[in-house]
């Protein structure tokens, strides 16, 4: 479900929790860039920006289903790569993702992607990414990936639904089953309002809403089989 995430840690934390205490700052920047992330030096941390899903299934596209044990597999994985732990760095950016298996052409939802609100869709040529599967086994070409963003002042839409003491989410929060079901809750119901909007548009005409039933149907099947591993 989690694809691209932003995170930041302090040097003076990060330098604590060094693996070894011989590793300079060049060298966590090229362990940084070999977990295929981008680092960013600030004058007090290091932001670093990637996808978790490519780092863990080692893919070119992200398009492997990535549950909740997955993230906190990832995220222990990646520490162990880097060297230093990450678990206790700040989440500024993050994106839900899910790709779905379709039973028409993907050209077949451009409606949706037309009445969409707040999601970024991506096309897959299931062809081209044969060696990139992992998780999803299909005989035809119609995957369809469709991911929100959530960006900029990220810890306020948490301080918010949890009432937090602190000012940010951090990334061990990520797989925490409270904070991850209310992700998986948001990420489903921004897609039933672009559904219900698309559909409302599309009844106007006249035409048929069959493609972005099959959509809401797709988004409920992944809904209840993520919700049913916490």
């Not at 489903?188 to 006249?206: P, S, W, Y």
């Amino acid at each position: 479900m989690f694809d691209r995430i932003s995170i930041f840690g302090k040097w003076n934390d990060l330098l604590k929790g060094l693996a070894q205490s011989s590793i300079t700052k060049d060298d966590i920047i090229k362990n940084v860039k070999k977990v295929k992330f981008t680092p960013r030096l600030e004058t007090n941390g290091l932001f670093m920006n990637g996808s978790l899903v490519k780092y863990y299934f080692n893919q070119k596209q992200s398009i492997s289903y990535f549950f909740r044990e997955d993230v906190k597999a990832a995220i222990e994985k990646m520490s162990n790569d880097l060297g230093f732990d990450i678990s206790n760095f700040n989440v500024y950016r993050l994106d839900l993702a899910v790709t779905f298996i379709m039973n028409h052409p993907i050209h077949c939802y451009d409606d949706f992607l037309a009445y969409k609100s707040g999601f970024k869709i991506i096309k897959f040529n299931y062809n081209r990414i044969m060696d990139d599967l992992r998780e999803i086994q299909a005989e035809d070409d119609n995957l369809l990936r469709i991911d929100i963003k959530l960006k900029k002042n990220v810890y306020k839409i948490f301080n918010n639904t949890f009432l937090l003491s602190k000012k940010h989410l951090l990334v061990k929060e990520l797989y925490d089953k409270k904070i991850y079901y209310w992700l998986l809750s948001r990420w489903k119901e921004g897609f039933d309002i672009a559904c219900d909007r698309a559909n409302m548009l599309k009844n106007k005409t006249g035409q048929t809403s069959e493609y972005i039933n099959e959509l809401q149907n797709e988004a409920n099947k992944v809904y209840e089989f993520q919700k049913s591993l916490l």
